[in-house]
């Protein structure tokens, strides 16, 4: 069983930035985040392998940047020039193994105004 405790998030004006931080309880293969707005389907954000192979959504390219710190089994997303459609609840994952159980953090909100 591997626990994930996120921090991070909050309010911020469109441009501003914000860094969440997702903290696994032991190693895992992939940690990354997934976002869900109201009324939307949860979709993925992006995602780091321990090998740093990472998966960005087109949305978000050039904007996040997801980095990890496998001593710690910490993964942080760097998210600049944020966007009112970037509102949503971020939720941390990790993938225990390639083809492993998926364990889920508690999500956080961010909410960025117009």
């Known amino acids: 069983q591997v626990q994930l405790v996120e921090s991070g998030g909050g309010l911020v004006q469109t441009g501003g930035s914000l860094r969440l931080s997702c903290t696994a309880s032991g190693s895992v293969f992939r940690m990354g985040w997934y976002r869900q707005a109201p009324g939307k389907q949860r979709e993925l954000v992006a995602s780091?392998?321990?090998?740093?192979?990472?998966n960005y959504a087109s949305a978000v390219k050039g904007r996040f940047t997801i980095s990890r710190d496998n001593v710690k089994n910490t993964a942080y997303l760097q998210m600049n020039s944020l966007k009112p459609e970037d509102t949503g609840v971020y939720y941390c994952?990790?993938?225990?193994?390639?083809?492993?159980?998926?364990?889920w953090g508690q999500g956080t909100q961010i909410t960025v105004s117009s």
């Open positions: 780091m392998t321990t090998r740093s192979m990472t």
């Open positions: 994952y990790a993938d225990a193994t390639v083809i492993g159980r998926t364990y």
